[in-house]
Protein backbone atom coordinates (compact mmCIF):
# COMPACT_ATOMS: atom_id res chain seq x y z
CA UNK A 1 0.00 0.00 0.00
CA UNK A 2 1.18 3.84 -0.93
CA UNK A 3 0.26 6.52 1.55
CA UNK A 4 1.94 9.84 2.17
CA UNK A 5 2.53 10.63 5.93
CA UNK A 6 3.98 13.86 7.44
CA UNK A 7 6.29 12.86 9.84
CA UNK A 8 8.02 15.25 12.81
CA UNK A 9 11.66 16.27 12.85
CA UNK A 10 12.37 13.84 15.99
CA UNK A 11 10.59 10.56 13.99
CA UNK A 12 11.96 11.17 10.90
CA UNK A 13 15.69 11.27 12.41
CA UNK A 14 14.80 7.82 14.59
CA UNK A 15 13.51 6.41 11.14
CA UNK A 16 16.56 7.53 9.84
CA UNK A 17 19.03 5.78 12.03
CA UNK A 18 17.22 2.75 12.26
CA UNK A 19 17.49 2.78 7.88
CA UNK A 20 20.80 3.51 8.36
CA UNK A 21 22.05 1.03 11.36
CA UNK A 22 19.95 -1.75 9.46
CA UNK A 23 20.54 -0.59 5.72
CA UNK A 24 17.09 -1.00 4.71
CA UNK A 25 14.87 1.08 2.91
CA UNK A 26 12.50 4.08 4.37
CA UNK A 27 9.64 2.15 4.09
CA UNK A 28 10.96 -1.29 5.70
CA UNK A 29 11.97 1.33 8.70
CA UNK A 30 8.99 2.96 9.29
CA UNK A 31 7.19 -0.53 9.25
CA UNK A 32 9.62 -2.39 11.28
CA UNK A 33 9.12 1.56 14.05
CA UNK A 34 5.30 0.50 14.23
CA UNK A 35 5.81 -3.24 14.51
CA UNK A 36 7.91 -2.25 17.46
CA UNK A 37 5.53 0.00 19.16
CA UNK A 38 2.51 -1.93 18.70
CA UNK A 39 4.28 -4.90 20.86
CA UNK A 40 6.57 -3.09 23.31
CA UNK A 41 4.93 -3.58 26.67
CA UNK A 42 2.71 -0.71 28.18
CA UNK A 43 3.71 0.15 31.94
CA UNK A 44 1.20 0.75 33.92
CA UNK A 45 0.89 4.58 34.98
CA UNK A 46 2.62 4.88 38.73
CA UNK A 47 0.24 7.18 40.92
CA UNK A 48 2.12 8.59 43.84
CA UNK A 49 0.21 10.16 46.59
CA UNK A 50 2.38 13.64 47.44
CA UNK A 51 1.00 14.97 51.21
CA UNK A 52 1.57 18.79 52.42
CA UNK A 53 1.70 19.27 56.34
CA UNK A 54 -0.71 22.92 56.33
CA UNK A 55 0.35 23.45 59.95
CA UNK A 56 -3.69 22.66 60.78
CA UNK A 57 -5.61 19.80 62.14
CA UNK A 58 -9.96 18.83 61.28
CA UNK A 59 -11.47 16.17 62.61
CA UNK A 60 -13.76 15.43 59.48
CA UNK A 61 -15.68 12.46 61.66
CA UNK A 62 -18.20 14.52 62.49
CA UNK A 63 -19.39 16.75 59.51
CA UNK A 64 -21.83 18.86 61.84
CA UNK A 65 -18.48 20.48 62.76
CA UNK A 66 -16.88 20.86 60.03
CA UNK A 67 -19.82 22.61 58.53
CA UNK A 68 -20.09 25.16 61.67
CA UNK A 69 -16.41 25.59 61.46
CA UNK A 70 -16.49 26.32 57.57
CA UNK A 71 -19.47 28.39 58.30
CA UNK A 72 -17.26 30.34 61.24
CA UNK A 73 -14.52 31.04 58.89
CA UNK A 74 -16.81 32.75 56.06
CA UNK A 75 -16.61 35.98 58.21
Not at 3 to 26: K, M, N, Q, Y
Not at 59 to 73: E, P
Request: hydrophobic share 40%; aromatic share 2%.
Amino acid sequence: MRTTVSLDPDVFAALERIRRDEGIGLSEALNRMARRSLTAPTRPAVFELRTVDLGLSIDVTNIGDVLDLLDQNED
